[in-house]
């Protein structure tokens, strides 16, 4: 009995150090278990006391009354699978006629004390099919991204979400983002994460960074162009408006619109083409836009107006081209002048990390969410890098990307180097960059001299 009880009190121990220490270690030794059991034994009384059940149907009370049996309880939703996962439980609930998707949203909060976990969201499937998701510890204090995603062309992992899933930036679906935060709220190490998980593919990068170069110009190897200045972004976006008309020449001249021709192989944009002739997709990456828009002369100005024009014109037809925009900034509201709200309603993606005042949040989501607007303005300062990312339907996460240094982001873009496209209209804004040093062999690995 004296061993049984070290066991126990040594295992109590380990569960403790393990969920103050390493609470996802925990999770997936102690936690699923008791969790799996905890939602299982309360599961019909949380649901009567959050309100999410409904009246027995007339027929079974009709049947009741026939019989002389007792009135039935009220019914509850039927759970259709729970399954965990490395960092919680997914509940998929069939709901009951006369409920709706909204009475479980608004329950989340009340559904998080009860069950005992960290956190619960809930989204709805189908009609009628709604998935809670709920957290057993918080996955956004040190992310740690699963080593397998679901990556595809143009469709890359960028951040962990707080209900434990994975946040991509899928390009083709949504072509153009914008990408908010106050200074040291993590927006470039959002933006490192993003050009690492691009330098794999086949895409090629185009950088405006105008201060000077110093967030951008250090992974220059796997640019194929760059502008560390106004005057230099300006004549950049002007040939990527050019070589945007050349690709709309090229998807034009290979439409085939004849009566033979099936709907589904008529062009439209650069994938509806072949393989061997399609252009390489362009993704532009604008860091600081306000130094873009400012200016204190008339030649500013006249430079200014042509630039916002280019990123306009771009923004609205650059899709189909397969160009893409990722422009961040600190603030992007009308007082960076006219054209700007125009560009800003091109830009379906929204992020937005700590902002200093409500107005720059409701630059990012105003429009969109006015739960995300509040969302924005509540991160605190010392948890850098959480941010909102919305998008036009109205839906929100709250997402933090994980830490990743500038060497780290350089050490990526020099691996995949060679894959660097050559864009032939963006050929005179190619980085000039040493070539990488070759690897010195240790004296200790040279083969022995031989007599």
Known sequence: MT??????????????????????????????????????VRYASVMDACGLTVPPSRWRLALARVANRPVPDSRIPRILRLRPTRTGLVLRLK????????????????????????????????SGVVEVRMTGYDVLKQVQMPAKTDTRPMRVPVALREDGSVHYRDYRAVPHGLTLGATESGKSVYQRNLVAALA????????????????????????????????????????LVSHMEEVYQLIRAEQRISVAVPDAEIAADIWDLPDDIRPVPVVVLVDEVAELALFASKEEEKRRDRIITALVRLAQLGRAAGIYLEICGQRFGSELGKGITMLRAQLTGRTAHRVNDETSANMAFGDISPDAVLAAIQIPAETRGIAIAGDSTGGWHRIRAPHTSLRQAVN?????ADRTPDVPALAAYRPAVAALPSARVPLSKTAPATA
């Open 200 to 239: 794999p593919m086949d895409v090629a990068l185009v950088g405006i960074d105008c201060k000077q170069g110093v967030e951008l110009f250090p992974l220059a190897r796997r640019f194929s162009a760059l502008a560390d200045n106004p005057d230099t972004a300006l004549e950049l976006l002007e040939a």
């Open 412 to 416: 990526t873009c020099n691996k995949y």
């Open 3 to 40: 061993w049984f009880m070290v066991a126990v009190v040594v295992v109590v121990a380990a569960a403790g150090l393990l969920r103050w220490r390493r609470p996802a270690w925990y999770w997936l030794t102690f936690g699923v278990l008791v969790a799996t059991v905890r939602v299982l």
């Open 95 to 126: 709901l009951r006629p006369g409920q709706d998707a909204f009475d479980v949203s608004a329950a989340t909060d009340r559904l998080r004390h009860s069950f005992g976990m960290y956190g619960v969201t809930s989204r709805e499937v189908r």
